[in-house]
């Protein structure tokens, strides 16, 4: 009786033990995961969460309240703030040039932006690259959105030139494939859009503009004196109609100059309200899916730079012809004042999406660049064009 007894006293100790170390481990295991700064990173993102949901509505209701006046952000300070690494994809993924299965380009100009300075350009490297040159014939009025059979008109047109050739045209973007058509390769220019909005406004006031369309078309009526004598600072102070950038608005026709997104958008009626997020939207797709390259004037370093390697058939030398020329730089506007960083600052509260746009191609544009990995003293050396259009 006695061993029996002592051996369940050892049997009991070995169970207790074996209960201790089990809770013990249980312990462990809860410390283990357990840790109290999640509780408070996460107590913290749900705090952060709520305020950015209710500033998000307070924006949203501030914008319904006053359409006028959009909070700007600009793109790249908002790629920046997320303090992400940037991964930038290698040249060959960032090059759309291959995928035009002919040997055509195709220029949708946007209107102030240096366009016609770029097509003289574009005419001179003709000779030294040896590819076809072609523009569409200056119009009494310009349609730049196109019905459906027009768009196929032009895609038709356009690839029945003779390889290699560029085509010059202001036009919306015009997809190819819709119709059956390979691609050909798409470029553009883009701009700070207010200065473009104020050099359109002076660009249409400038005595030699009239000049020129009187000569082309001489049934053309003079404009009002008044309306001649207007500048752009006291147009905006004063809410002039023709300086009041509505969201929203609908207008056609090549003289809407404030939309800049739309010329990448497409032809759709939903690319033509002034500054929405729609357009915007598509502007981008149509740039990353479709663009060979998106040049921006007051950068044309590297606007040349990116073409000479991402389209070199049609590109090749460009520095060179444009500093050995004086010729191709054209519609340079004497005419237009200084606009105070005041008067912009109040149009640029209107131009938030479209603001947006341009610092999406820019960055791009700068990717692109990148992408090349070039020796440094290899970039061009061209002027600032800021002002000069």
């Not at 809407?256 to 990448?264: A, I, M, P």
Request: hydrophobic share 35%; aromatic share 14%; glycine share 2%.
């Amino acid at each position: 009786m006695e061993f029996l007894t002592k051996y369940r006293r050892m049997y009991m100790i070995k169970r207790s033990s074996l209960f201790f170390w089990i809770l013990i481990g249980l312990v462990c295991t809860l410390l283990l995961f357990y840790r109290p700064e999640d509780r408070i990173t996460k107590s913290t993102t749900d705090q952060s969460l709520s305020s950015t949901i209710n500033l998000v509505d307070n924006n949203q209701n501030t914008d319904e309240d006053n359409n006028n006046s959009i909070e700007y952000q600009p793109y790249y300070a908002q790629a920046r703030s997320t303090n992400i690494p940037e991964i930038v994809p290698s040249a060959y993924e960032m090059n759309n040039t291959r995928n035009a299965l002919q040997e055509i380009l195709f220029f949708n100009r946007v209107p102030k932006v240096g366009s016609q300075t770029f097509m003289e350009l574009m005419k001179q490297l003709s000779y030294f690259n040896d590819f076809h040159f072609h523009r569409d014939p200056v119009q009494r009025v310009e349609m730049i959105r196109l019905s459906m059979p027009q768009q196929f008109d032009l895609t038709s047109a356009i690839l029945n030139l003779p390889p290699p050739s560029a085509f010059v045209k202001h036009v919306c973007f015009t997809n190819f494939t819709r119709f059956g058509y390979p691609s050909p390769i798409y470029i553009n220019l883009v701009r700070d859009p207010v200065e473009r909005v104020i050099s359109w406004f002076y660009y249409v006031r400038a005595p030699w503009y009239y000049v020129e369309r009187k000569r082309a078309f001489p049934d053309l009526p003079l404009p009002d004196p008044n309306w001649l004598r207007k500048d752009f600072e006291t147009c905006v102070l004063q809410s002039d109609p023709e300086c009041v950038y509505n969201q929203g608005v609908r207008r056609e026709g090549i003289g809407d100059h404030r939309r800049q997104t739309l010329f990448f958008c497409g032809h759709e009626p939903d690319c033509t309200p002034f500054n929405s997020q729609e357009a915007l939207d598509k502007a981008k797709r149509a740039v990353e899916e479709n663009y060979a390259v998106v040049g921006v004037l007051e950068d044309l370093n590297t606007t040349f730079a990116v073409l000479e390697h991402y389209v070199p058939r049609f590109f090749r030398g460009v520095t060179r012809v444009y500093h050995a020329s004086e010729s191709v730089r054209v519609n340079r506007n004497s005419f237009k004042p200084p606009v105070s960083e005041y008067v912009k600052d109040i149009v640029r509260r209107n131009f938030s999406r479209e603001v947006e746009f341009y610092e999406f191609c820019k960055d791009r544009l700068y990717k692109q660049y990148r992408a090349l990995k070039l020796p440094s003293g290899k970039s061009t050396d061209v002027s600032s064009t800021r002002n000069a259009f």
